[in-house]
Every structure is written in structure tokens, then in C-alpha cells.
Nanobody
Framework: QVQLVESGGGLVQPGGSLRLSCAASGIIFSGYTMGWYRQAPGKQRELVAG???????NYADSVKGRFTISRDNAKNMVYLQMNSLKPEDTAVYYC???????????WGQGTQVTVSS
């Protein structure tokens, strides 16, 4: 059974930091491109950051220089370090995994991030 389980969300003041974690199980983790998406109320889900099987990263323009995605293949984990958070970063953040061989996709259940004073 494939599971992607996010953790680390919460309430933080503007300018603060959070670190999201995603624990993957039931997959051969090293064969998956991993990513973080977010969805704010009334908006479409959007890609925040991705990391390839060879740890090449990409970011949405809105988070470049503030967020860092990383993966640990030994632990089947992917992380999103979020710094200098802004109110517009408020959203539910979802972990995503895409199998490179056939593009089979899995999603986590999401974790809420709220940036507010």
C-alpha cells in the first residue's frame, strides 16, 4: 500500500520558517520524482517545488530564494524548508510522487500552513 504522509504544517508569523516533511512508504522511492504542491482556498493546486531522482530541483517563481526542497533516499523522505514566509503562502501543502517509468502519481493527504500575525 502506497502512502505519502506529510507533517510539519502549522501557524507561523510572517517572516517565520517551517519545515515540511513527507514520509513515503510502499514505493521504490528512488524511482520517483517528488514534489510539493499547494492549494489555497478558491485557487487551483499549484506546483511549489520539485526534486528529480537525481536531486535536480525546480521552484515556482513565487518561492525561489525562500523555499528549499530536498530528498533523502535512504529514509524515503522529502522535505520542504520554507523561510521568509508570507501570508500568501497560506495553503494546504501536498506531497506528490511520480514514478518515472510510467508517470503513476500519488498524493499525500495534505498539511495546512497558515501564515498570519
Amino acid at each position: 500500500q502506497v502512502q505519502l504522509v506529510e507533517s510539519g504544517g502549522g501557524l507561523v508569523q510572517p517572516g517565520g520558517s517551517l519545515r515540511l516533511s513527507c514520509a513515503a512508504s510502499g514505493i521504490i522511492f528512488s524511482g520517483y520524482t517528488m514534489g510539493w504542491y499547494r492549494q489555497a482556498p478558491g485557487k487551483q493546486r499549484e506546483l511549489v517545488a520539485g526534486v528529480s531522482t537525481t536531486s535536480i530541483t525546480n521552484y515556482a517563481d513565487s518561492v525561489k530564494g525562500r523555499f528549499t526542497i530536498s530528498r533523502d533516499n535512504a529514509k524515503n523522505m522529502v522535505y520542504l524548508q520554507m523561510n521568509s514566509l508570507k501570508p500568501e503562502d497560506t495553503a494546504v501543502y501536498y506531497c506528490n510522487g511520480v514514478r518515472v517509468t510510467d508517470l503513476r502519481t500519488y498524493w499525500g493527504q495534505g498539511t495546512q500552513v497558515t501564515v498570519s500575525s
